[in-house]
């Protein structure tokens, strides 16, 4: 496929979510607008102001993580009661995405999107200047509430400016920022707190969200073209058991991430005894095994079905247990959070191929309900983790509830495919966009209006 004219956007788009995975949601992406796109000039500057955005909503939610030990002891309370802070971002995510996409639905993904930093800005001011942990926790709610309305509608521009044909692409580049969010913004956000306290963390991602607004503001396309129009057609799969079925599947199987990546600073100084200075270490290596993972689930998923998802969940719940029972050794821990970062994000881009195939009427929904149950399995795992290390069973603890949760995953998928087998014998295969339709070997569904 044809990229942009800068060699930097076709690594950002390399290192975001894989194309494929995601073609279904970006065919209907295209669907909506009409071919042409802004001037070739402006193309870099637009996926750049909407990476960046997507950096600076990444960077606020994975460096409070990072911080959590510090903002426990400044606002006075235990890691668990902290803990809820990071479920709130959570919450806020999953109750603002269909709300604020449904809300928004007839205005401007220009307006969209440009509210959406507005209010993450608002957010996190209001984080930073947190007087307890009750005003942090509805902060961070505000904050997360902005997460999926801003990916959705960033998906919807990326697709128009990269033109036809290249929706997938379009996609990987605007989720491309939470990838290096994991990987640099949240290790970095973690030491300025290290050395300037957890407060200065959220004003530095005050600042950034500030440049990637300042970014929005001048290089957003203004065309009549980027509006969305109506969605609720598209809501009738919500019905459908399976498709909830399905998500909570997602859900369940990756909530352990967060279980971990949430109590990375405990396991890092109190099991495994390390310096806090390890602690941006660790996160590093926990992102950098997340894009590992999610580079090559893409691919995986669109050749081998629903084996990925199994495989990845199976192997997070055996590195989750090697951290659980070994976890006391730094250099057993690292490796180990590698991991698990890296098999459950090879999982990811196969729930959300499943997902399609429940609701192929629905893509885009599909797509938002993907994203709704990665803020599912967050609140889940940060929940979990709160609780037993709040009822005093070791840091460790939050890894063995982690792995309870993706084993439910495992379990409740069986239940699911059982379900799906019964109903639907069509084998799962490569997804293909044509103009006017979206065909799975077996089936064709055609559009209202065409994509090329």
Known sequence: MATPGSGTYRVLARVGMHTKAYEAQCAAEQGRHPAAAPPTPRKGLTLLALALGTFAIGTGEFASSGVIQLLASGMDVSVPVAAYAITGDALGAVTGLLATTLRAARASRRTVLLGAIGLFLIGNVLSALAPNIAVLIVSRFVTGSVQGAFIGAGAGVAAYVYGPGEGGRAFGTVMSGLTVATVIGAPLGTLVGQHAGWRVTYWAVVVVGLLAGAALLAWLPRTDDLRVGRVAPELGPLRRL???????????????????????????????????????????????????????????????????????????????????????????????????????????????????????????????????????????????????????????????????????????????????????????????????????????????????
Request: hydrophobic share 50%; aromatic share 8%; net charge positive.
């Open 242 to 452: 399976d498709v909830r079925l399905m998500v909570g599947v997602a859900a369940l199987g990756s909530a352990s991430l967060f279980a971990v990546y949430t109590f990375i600073g405990p396991l890092v100084t109190d099991a495994a005894g390390a310096s806090a200075s390890l602690i941006p270490v660790a996160l590093a290596v926990f992102g950098l095994g997340m894009a590992f993972g999610n580079y090559h689930g893409g691919p995986a998923a669109d050749r081998y079905g629903n084996r990925p998802m199994i495989f990845g969940y199976s192997n997070a719940l055996v590195h989750l247990v090697a951290i659980g029972l070994t976890g006391s050794n730094i250099l057993i821990l690292l490796p180990a959070l590698f991991g698990v970062g890296a098999s459950l994000m090879y999982a990811l881009p196969t729930a959300q191929v499943l997902l399609t195939r429940l609701g192929p009427d629905a893509p885009s929904l599909m797509g938002a309900l993907n994203l709704v149950a990665l803020d599912l399995a967050s609140s889940l795992g940060a929940t979990g983790g709160a609780v037993v290390l709040g009822l005093g069973w070791g840091t460790l603890s939050t890894v063995w509830a982690g792995s309870v949760l993706t084993a439910a995953g495992l379990i409740l998928y069986g239940a699911v495919a059982a379900r799906t087998k019964r109903a639907d014998t069509v084998r799962p295969g490569p997804l293909h966009c044509e103009p006017g339709r979206f065909r799975r070997r077996g089936r064709t569904i055609t559009y209202r209006r065409g994509f090329r």
